[in-house]
């Protein structure tokens, strides 16, 4: 049996919920309350010591990292193979599950620059929130999520993942400009890998980073990629009403400074 620990709302598990439904495969779900730290229960240190989503376990199989997970998926089940029989498109499919472990960065820092940022300057008093970034083990994410609590939109951070996103956005561009999906013209597990993370920015109402910036490819591709049976099951259905509401106010707020930071 397939089980998989994920978030609601974590664009990571967006991604691994993707393949799951792409894949048509029967799995088990854990949902892990991120906000509340269910990811620090030392039952579940033990399958992801990182304390991040997603894992998979597979009859005793654990595999974390959202990027392996999708890419174990899809040698499973009866649906056709997402990475391409052609050695060169699946290298390139490689390619974009390696770019997005630079892009899952990115998006973090824009997430909590905007709507965490406004979510828990709100639920939060400052001693709560300096206890709360304390506790995180690593103290370089504590370090970075401390200065995007304190600097929102006008953060450092959020300048490394314009700069990574502006990459991302152009290989995109330029993949697209021939052809309907990342690596030809049909549907891969690198548009799997992509969606999640596309998607969230454009929740974000941060799609002037491709609508102002001469990527005209990327909007229909998103489009193309939301038209799947796949979206709604993996993202539109866990994301509630009030959270898309937020997500897009935060974002809308703060695109004033993030479009004067483009270069
Ligand atoms: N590279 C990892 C990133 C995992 C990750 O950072 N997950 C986030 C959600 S998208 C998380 O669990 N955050 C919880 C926390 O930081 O406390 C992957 O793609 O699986």
Redesign the pocket.
């Known amino acids: 049996m397939l089980k998989l620990y994920h978030?609601a709302s974590?664009?990571?598990?967006q991604k691994a919920r993707l393949a799951l439904f792409e894949k048509q495969l029967e799995w088990e779900s854990e949902l892990l309350d991120?906000p509340s730290g269910d990811?620090f229960h030392p039952d579940y240190l033990k399958l992801n010591p990182a304390?991040?989503?997603?894992t998979l376990v597979h009859d005793g199989f654990v595999l974390?990292?959202?990027?392996a997970i999708i890419h174990y998926l899809d040698g499973l089940g009866d649906a056709p193979k997402l990475v391409p029989d052609d050695p060169a498109a699946a290298a390139v499919t490689q390619l974009w599950l390696v770019r997005?472990?630079g892009v899952?960065e990115a998006i973090?820092s824009m997430t909590f620059a905007t709507a965490i940022r406004d979510a828990e300057l709100q639920r939060r008093t400052p001693e709560e929130r300096e206890r709360w970034l304390s506790s995180i083990p690593n103290p370089q994410?504590g370090e970075k999520r401390r200065d995007l609590m304190k600097n929102g939109p006008e953060s450092v951070y959020v300048d490394g993942a314009l700069h990574t996103m502006r990459m991302t956005l152009s290989a995109m561009n330029a993949a697209l400009e021939d052809a309907a999906y990342l690596t030809g013209d049909a549907y891969s597990l690198a548009d799997t890998a992509m969606t999640a993370y596309i998607d969230r920015l454009d929740r974000l109402a941060l799609d002037g980073l491709w609508t102002q910036t001469g990527f005209d490819q990327v909007a229909p591709w998103l489009e193309r990629v939301r038209q799947r049976p796949s979206y709604q099951s993996a993202v539109v259905d866990y994301i509630p009403a009030e959270m898309a509401r937020m997500q897009r106010m935060s974002g809308e707020t703060a695109w004033p400074v993030i479009s004067k930071r483009l270069n």
């Open positions: 978030g974590s664009v990571c598990s991120l990811q304390a991040v989503v997603p974390p990292e959202s990027s997005t472990i899952h973090n994410i």
